[in-house]
């Protein structure tokens, strides 16, 4: 059930992690979720999710693009490693990865993220996060593959694939975030 009074909004999660302390570590696991604002893993305040040999499927959207619905989410200092993964995700605005907030990192190797939903990124990077991917393949049908955006907000592609299918580039930087590759 989602609860509509925090900020942000929170919706149902398979997986969360919240406060500092808080961790998760998971091998081999299948994670899904549907709905609004839902997020198959989060780490938040602090929190960590740690994930190797997953399997997320979702199929969330979101009303927002300051308030995405994503596969793994990571905000407000959390913290996500994310290694030999498939997601796959469905939805308005249902991102494969979202990082957003400084002190928010994301490390992801040997990952393959694929989104089809409109609005959706493979991974969106913003408000100061940080996201780091090896060896992983990102690919968006409908938008844009990676999108960076907001000040302190930064990506390093080492090894990796990026792609998309649709009308729109398939890396975007806005104005004060960084790409490295």
């Known amino acids: 059930m989602q609860d509509l009074t925090t900020t942000?909004?929170?919706?149902?999660?398979?997986?969360i992690?919240?406060?500092?302390?808080?961790?998760?570590?998971?091998?081999?696991?299948?994670l899904g979720t549907s709905g609004l604002f839902a997020s198959a893993a989060r780490a938040e305040n602090g929190g960590v999710v740690a994930l190797t040999g997953a399997t997320i499927n979702t199929s969330s959207n979101s009303q927002a693009d300051s308030d995405p619905s994503s596969a793994t989410r990571v905000l407000s200092g959390g913290s996500l490693h994310l290694t030999n993964s498939t997601v796959d995700t469905t939805g308005q605005r249902g991102n494969g990865l979202s990082v957003?907030?400084?002190g928010s990192a994301a490390t992801v190797s040997g990952t393959a993220i694929s989104v089809s939903g409109t609005r959706a990124n493979a991974a969106f990077v913003f408000d100061g996060?940080?996201?780091s991917f090896s060896n992983s393949s990102l690919f968006s049908a409908n938008s844009t593959?990676?999108?960076?955006?907001g000040a302190g907000s930064s990506i390093d592609l080492t090894?990796?694939?990026?792609?998309s299918s649709g009308a729109i580039d398939m890396v975007f930087v806005s104005e004060m975030a960084?790409?490295?590759?």
């Open 8 to 15: 942000p909004v929170t919706g149902s999660h398979a997986l």
């Open 17 to 30: 992690a919240t406060g500092s302390g808080s961790r998760i570590d998971g091998t081999n696991v299948t």
């Open 100 to 102: 957003q907030d400084a």
């Open 129 to 131: 996060g940080q996201a």
């Open 145 to 149: 593959a990676v999108n960076v955006q």
């Open 159 to 163: 090894d990796s694939n990026v792609s």
């Open 178 to 181: 960084e790409r490295r590759r």
